[in-house]
């Protein structure tokens, strides 16, 4: 039902700075409010983990504890787009991250559920000097 495209990755040095923007498309819903996004990432050898997670209709959010103070997720519904800001980032940031849809979500913005969407291309993120 809905299209998402990442982009915004790239590669930065500790410390530095990153916005990941997620654009969405819909067929019928002009807005973001009948769905949480959630912001995924996937490192090298390592599991895929929940990173952020947004529900405009219950104004929600949800970080997971590593990037608590440093990501910040928001919507900007008038372009249907979702993005993460990426401050004060560090080496084991370094992942290919992917935007999600969850229709059940956006009354928690629990990520660790297998109620989401397909996974995209991503946008592949590197930390390093």
């Known amino acids: 039902q809905l299209q998402l495209v990442e982009s915004g990755g790239g590669l930065v040095q500790p410390g530095g700075s990153l916005r990941l923007s997620c654009t969405v498309s819909e067929f019928t819903v002009g807005d973001l409010d009948d769905y949480a996004i959630a912001w995924f990432r996937q490192a090298p050898g390592k599991e895929p983990e929940g990173v952020a997670c947004?529900?405009?209709?219950?104004?929600?959010?949800r970080y997971t504890d590593s990037v608590k103070g440093r990501f910040i997720i928001s919507t900007d519904n008038a372009k249907s787009t979702v993005y993460l800001q990426m401050n004060s980032l560090k080496p084991e940031d370094t992942a290919d991250y992917y935007c999600?849809?969850?229709?059940?979500?956006?009354?928690?913005?629990?990520?660790?559920?297998?109620?989401?969407?397909?996974w995209g291309q991503g946008t592949q993120v590197t930390v390093s000097s």
């Open positions: 947004i529900s405009t209709s219950v104004s929600l959010t």
């Open positions: 999600r849809w969850g229709p059940y979500a956006k009354r928690d913005c629990i990520m660790s559920t297998p109620y989401w969407g397909p």
